[in-house]
């Protein structure tokens, strides 16, 4: 099926030689129908610049475009994809720059150069935590980007979106509640990619907030790191090297907690009392 007068994803990927390579965490997405649900689901992109991670044979990228993406930038390392790209780029002219490297290599904010961008993307698995947690945690705040919309497996989306008290609830979800207001837009089953994982997949949709809690980035990951790390222990032993006993009394915390029953507004005092 085609939606916009280019070849159906599955010609492109044989007449190219792409099979996804379980190195780089490929799982291309061929349906165009969920990849126009998650162009959708980014909102209005008429007046955006979009940042795609991995685009691969280009589905999504088709569908950003399609969906009227005003230009869209695709950082793509796997050298096979860019011929399939670069077609897409001469359906589409002057709206796809493609970028042949490595998006951990990459300077986002460089990108936007000072316009709020999108980020969209079917992440890479092996890579889309590390991604997620460096956009989290930009030094500039309000962030260079205007929102993300992006593919996990579903383990993953849960502990983006997870509250206090749930088995779910990480230094993942203490960041991203901390900076974003996150939520599961919906789940994409196995049979849609190529080849199907072996879990379920989710869109997360992520706004950064205007003010969140004062804190220093670098102190409140550490905390979190350290609270987490040891999740069954007390807090006044996870974080004994930080002060343990005496930093919990000093900011209104019964050390015997657990890092799970901490909100974020606590996780906030801890690193600003560090």
């Avoid at 196995?190 to 102190?219: E, G, I, M, Y």
């Avoid at 409140?220 to 032993?237: D, N, P, S």
Wanted: aromatic share 6%.
């Amino acid at each position: 099926m085609s939606i916009d007068g280019l070849p159906p994803l599955r010609d492109v990927i044989d007449r190219h030689g792409l099979q996804a390579k379980k190195a780089l965490g490929q799982n291309f997405l061929l349906d165009l129908n969920l990849t126009g649900k998650v162009a959708r689901a980014a909102g209005d992109l008429t007046h955006s610049t979009v940042i795609e991670i991995g685009p691969g044979p280009g589905g999504l990228t088709r569908a950003l475009l399609f969906n009227g993406a005003r230009r869209v930038i695709a950082i793509e390392r796997d050298e096979r994809c860019l011929g399939a790209l670069t077609e897409i780029a001469d359906h589409y002219p002057d709206r796809l720059q493609i970028i042949a490297g490595d998006a951990l290599k990459t300077d986002f904010a460089a990108l936007a150069d000072g316009e709020p961008v999108r980020i969209v993307a079917n992440l890479p698995y092996n890579i889309g935590t590390e991604l997620l947690v460096r956009w989290l945690t930009v030094a500039e705040w309000p962030p260079f980007y205007a929102s993300m919309t992006l593919m996990f497996q579903r383990e993953v989306a849960e502990r983006i979106v997870a509250k206090p008290g749930s088995s779910a609830y990480g230094r993942l979800g203490v960041l991203a509640g901390w900076r974003c207001e996150a939520r599961i837009a919906f789940d994409v089953p196995p049979q849609a990619f190529t080849p199907p994982p072996k879990v379920t997949s989710s869109v997360v949709h992520l706004v950064p907030r205007a003010n969140p809690l004062a804190a220093d980035v670098k102190t409140l990951g550490r905390v979190t790191e350290a609270a987490f790390g040891q999740r069954r222990k007390m807090l006044r032993q996870s974080l004994k090297s930080m002060g343990g006993e005496a930093l919990l009394t000093r900011v209104g915390i019964d050390p015997t907690r657990r890092a799970e029953t901490l909100d974020i507004e606590e996780f906030v005092r801890l690193a600003n009392a560090v």
